[in-house]
């Protein structure tokens, strides 16, 4: 009886924190990516630790050695980045022409479009109007400036107290439950710190490789196409499907002829090769256990549930379901339930 009043008290306790994060989800995204960017650090601190630096020098050395980086790679990749944005947004009436022009009169030969046409002009227009109205808030842009501010402040003091930040935490469970949760921990620490490593990679080579293979085809946005995409190729197929078809449109714009497309695809075929068949196999693999499926599933639920912070925590919460997910059906097949019914067929 006892017993399960405990696990009735634990259940409470994790939907009364569920709640609260549903209700702060909207003020929680800074928290979050300063928590991620202190957990994504911490290795290097310690390491600067074990060679006998001070711990708050180690801190301060590697933000501001992260400071320092992304300087560096603003100042080096704006000018490029900032050429291929005007470029594209040149290039977006001339897309709205084809479309109008090439596009639509094929499609409509073979589907009648215009009740969907009219849709897609007033949500468009909608759209637009909403969006102008939060780009023109005030109080929008004072939050993204805050958040722009806090997120360095909440990594930087995670970051120096991580070690008594954890070891609190740890002092709080019970004795009973302490030593299963901690190696429950660990193995979350295990497959996050996999996942996060590895698929920081896979999008880095695929921003690098569709930028520079739809730049050598000829498209004059292809690096901002080639970064777009292999920042969305987070969920499976999302960066492949936007490269396919957003290239194919700039390739017909700029060319006008359907033998354009054919550099694009063939860019678009390297590099899922070499995602499928190279990069995820040798830098995520199979060790963090996550189907596409279920990533897709995750981050549809997440932004369902929470918005954009929900999008943010989706993969990390589903590794760690994952985690708990495996400690439980092992916890099932030792049990007397389980092995029970196995001897009664």
Same mark, same amino acid.
């Given at each position: ?12 306790? &994790? ?17 979050l990516?300063?928590? $991620? ?12 630790d ?15 050695g992260l ?7 603003? &100042?080096?990749? +704006?000018p ?6 005007d470029?594209?947004?040149? !290039? ?8 109008? /022009?090439k ?6 030969s ?19 109007? #909403?969006?102008?109205?939060? #780009?023109?808030s ?6 993204w400036?805050?958040?722009?501010v ?6 930087? *003091? ?5 070690d008594?930040?954890? /070891? ?7 004795? !009973?439950? /302490?030593?299963? #949760? ?7 620490d295990?497959v ?17 490789? @569709? ?20 920042i ?9 499907? +936007?490269?396919?078809?957003?290239? =194919?449109i700039?390739?017909?714009v /700029? *060319? ?7 550099? #694009?695809?063939a ?11 190279l990069?995820?196999? @040798? ?6 256990g ?6 897709? +599933?995750?981050? $549809?639920?997440g ?6 912070f929900?999008?943010?925590?989706? $993969? ?8 708990l ?9 030792? =049990? ?10």
């Open positions: 009886m006892e017993q399960a009043k405990k696990q009735i008290l634990i259940i409470f306790g &994790l939907v009364v924190f569920i709640w609260l994060v549903y209700l702060l989800s909207s003020i929680l995204t800074p928290f990516l300063g928590a $991620l960017l202190a957990y994504l650090t911490n290795p290097l601190v310690k390491r600067l074990h060679v006998g630096m001070p711990h708050t020098l180690s801190v301060v050395a590697i933000f501001l400071i320092v980086i992304l300087l560096f790679l603003v &100042l080096l990749l +704006f490029l980045i900032q050429h291929q944005i470029t594209l947004i040149n !290039a977006v009436p001339q897309m709205i022409t084809w479309l109008q /022009e596009l639509l009169p094929w499609v409509k073979y589907v009648n479009i215009d009740n969907l046409k009219t849709t897609v002009s007033a949500s468009i227009s909608k759209t637009g109007l #909403v969006l102008s109205a939060v #780009v023109s005030g109080h929008t842009l004072m939050t400036l805050i958040n722009l806090l997120i360095p402040v909440v990594m930087f *003091y995670l970051l120096r107290d991580w008594s930040f954890l /070891e609190g935490i740890r002092n709080l469970l019970p004795r !009973a439950i /302490e030593p299963t #949760v901690v190696k429950l921990a660990k193995e979350c295990a996050l710190s996999e996942f996060f490593r590895g698929q920081l990679l896979v999008m880095l080579g695929m921003c690098v490789i @569709y930028s520079l293979g739809l730049t050598i085809a000829g498209l004059q946005i292809g690096v901002v196409l080639g970064v777009a995409g292999g969305l190729s987070i969920v499976p197929y999302l960066g492949a499907i +936007f490269v396919l078809v957003f290239s =194919s700039a390739a017909l /700029e *060319y006008g002829t359907w033998q354009a497309l054919v550099w #694009v695809w860019v678009y075929l390297i590099g899922q090769a070499m995602e499928a068949y990069l995820t196999p @040798y830098l995520v693999g199979e060790r963090i996550l189907h596409p499926v279920a990533v897709i +599933f995750a981050i $549809l639920a932004g369902a549930l929470f918005g954009f929900g999008v943010l925590i989706a $993969l990390p919460a589903a590794a760690v379901i994952m985690v997910v495996r400690f439980l059906n092992h916890h099932y097949h030792m =049990s007397e339930f389980y092995n029970h019914q196995a001897n009664g067929r």
